[in-house]
């Protein structure tokens, strides 16, 4: 076998080059936008088409004889280090606003995109040029499925290791197959990321939505990001539409696996999932709870309480983030809104956070634990779906939430020093590690991200990166172990 000792940066160029391209072709829509609108941002995505091919082109080339052995250190640096550059190239466009931002705004806006979370630099959206809408969009529609899953997808013939460069990013704790290769896979959860998203457009041009406001908001959607184009977010459109939104933010934040599944007719297979049936009863408890609370506590009607109810729940635990603007939550509501970002969605979908199927085999260690108190020499297993899981695997997901916990309180605490409050600190960092930005402003009165500090934004990018990483690909960028010799 094909003796490895260093990285290999000839692979990374390449890839990246090939996203650089694919990400100048992206650049063209919003162009066509622009020009048929006859704004000057026209201009300004037409030379970043040019600048983007040109880069990744000439990064493609150069290192097109790259060495065809991935290891798993490789593609967990290469997803790492991909994630870090390319947000920053996205930025380029926001430079341009008519509004004039700083150099770190359009940064944040970029990797607020890229990484799904839906915090916004922008407080007010009737100035915005509706090429740039487009193109904020297509940011969060590209992370969703994230660079790696694009890349493959672009990439059919890539001599390399597909599977170590697709688990890298995709981390999923189900290891179903529903294509005996990596390819396969991917192209199916294509498919299927591409239909919900045609399926959100359609119905949303039914509802009180133009064509340009329906198309941005299903790639928000749809990719669980939460960009908005209008000052209200989604409170600013009709019953109708609001419905539409929250039936596809819970579709998009199950598992692709089980909607393949579905399609494939496996009704059964999808309803005995356990993470299925967890995130299904958590949307439906939740909103039952919140109706409860307004009906009764707030004297909202009963239509209205129920409608809400869906919309939040299903925002937040599906990591979307989408807001209705009501005002004064209520503190039960603000409560549960903040215990629920940390959960997130499915495993395997564009969702973030946690992810369910984490929390559940906590809980499910957690009472096997109890059990072993008093049946001390008892052997019972943690099972998932049925199966028996070995320990290893429930270290892994030990690790993970300990981290999690562990950056939370640490974003909290260097947010707090750079001059927010502690209550802001606290529901900013859940909000941005869980990508859920777009929510904070419902739980924080008279807030915007445009007035945060040079420095809370950095924080907020990392917590950002972070979350969409799931943890260990992020730290592989920096970790000793992985970028020594193997």
């Known amino acids: 076998m094909f003796s490895h000792r260093h990285f290999n940066f000839k692979v990374i160029g390449y890839l990246m080059g090939v996203m650089l391209c694919v990400m100048g072709v992206m650049c063209l829509l919003p162009a066509i936008v622009s020009l048929i609108n006859k704004e000057d941002m026209a201009?300004?995505?037409?030379?970043?088409?040019?600048?983007?091919?040109?880069?990744?082109?000439?990064?493609?080339?150069?290192?097109?004889?790259?060495?065809?052995?991935?290891?798993?250190?490789?593609?967990?640096?290469?997803?790492?280090?991909?994630?870090?550059?390319?947000?920053?190239?996205?930025?380029?466009?926001?430079?341009?606003?008519?509004?004039?931002?700083?150099?770190?705004?359009?940064?944040?806006?970029?990797?607020?995109?890229?990484?799904?979370?839906?915090?916004?630099?922008?407080?007010?959206?009737?100035?915005?040029?509706?090429?740039?809408?487009?193109?904020?969009?297509?940011?969060?529609?590209?992370?969703?499925?994230?660079?790696?899953?694009?890349i493959i997808v672009s990439l059919r013939r890539f001599s390399g290791n597909f599977n170590n460069l697709f688990n890298a990013e995709f981390s999923s704790i189900n290891k179903e197959k529903i294509h005996p290769h990596i390819i396969g896979t991917v192209q199916r959860i294509f498919i299927v990321y591409t239909s919900l998203t045609l399926i959100c457009f359609v119905l949303l041009c039914f509802g009180d939505m133009d064509i340009l406001t329906a198309f941005c908001h299903s790639l928000s959607t749809v990719s669980t990001g939460g960009f908005s184009t209008t000052n209200g977010n989604i409170g600013a459109y009709n019953h109708y539409t609001q419905y539409i939104i929250t039936l596809m933010m819970f579709l998009s934040g199950i598992s692709y696996f089980l909607i393949i599944w579905f399609y494939q007719g496996k009704f059964k297979r999808v309803w005995k999932d356990e993470q299925f049936k967890e995130y299904f009863f958590l949307i439906l408890i939740g909103a039952i709870s919140f109706t409860c609370f307004w009906y009764f506590k707030r004297n909202t009607p009963l239509s209205d309480s129920i409608r809400q109810s869906l919309f939040y729940m299903t925002s937040i635990v599906s990591t979307t983030g989408f807001d209705l603007q009501v005002d004064n939550f209520g503190l039960f509501t603000s409560v549960i809104l903040l215990f629920l970002m940390f959960i997130g969605g499915c495993s395997a979908s564009s969702s973030t956070g946690l992810k369910i199927i984490r929390v559940s085999i906590l809980i499910k260690y957690a009472k096997v634990a109890i059990q072993k108190i008093f049946h001390p020499k008892a052997i019972i297993p943690v099972r998932k779906n049925g199966q028996v899981m070995k320990d290893d695997d429930i270290n892994v997901v030990f690790g993970f939430f300990f981290l999690y916990l562990c950056i939370f309180i640490i974003g909290t605490f260097l947010l707090t020093t750079t001059g927010n409050s502690f209550n802001n600190s606290i529901i900013m960092s859940a909000a941005n590690i869980s990508n859920i930005g777009p929510l904070v402003g419902g739980l924080v009165k008279d807030f915007s991200y445009s007035m945060l500090s040079t420095q809370t934004q950095i924080i907020l990018i990392v917590l950002m990166m972070i979350g969409r990483l799931e943890i260990y690909s992020f730290f592989a960028v920096f970790s000793k172990s992985v970028w020594g010799r193997n």
């Open 43 to 150: 201009y300004i995505f037409l030379m970043t088409t040019i600048l983007y091919t040109i880069v990744g082109f000439t990064l493609a080339y150069m290192d097109r004889n790259y060495e065809f052995y991935l290891s798993k250190k490789d593609c967990q640096i290469t997803v790492g280090i991909i994630w870090f550059v390319l947000p920053l190239f996205g930025a380029l466009p926001y430079m341009f606003l008519p509004n004039e931002i700083t150099i770190m705004q359009a940064i944040f806006e970029s990797y607020s995109g890229y990484t799904t979370t839906g915090a916004t630099i922008i407080d007010d959206f009737n100035d915005i040029p509706k090429g740039l809408l487009v193109y904020r969009a297509l940011t969060q529609w590209v992370g969703g499925l994230g660079f790696t899953l694009f």
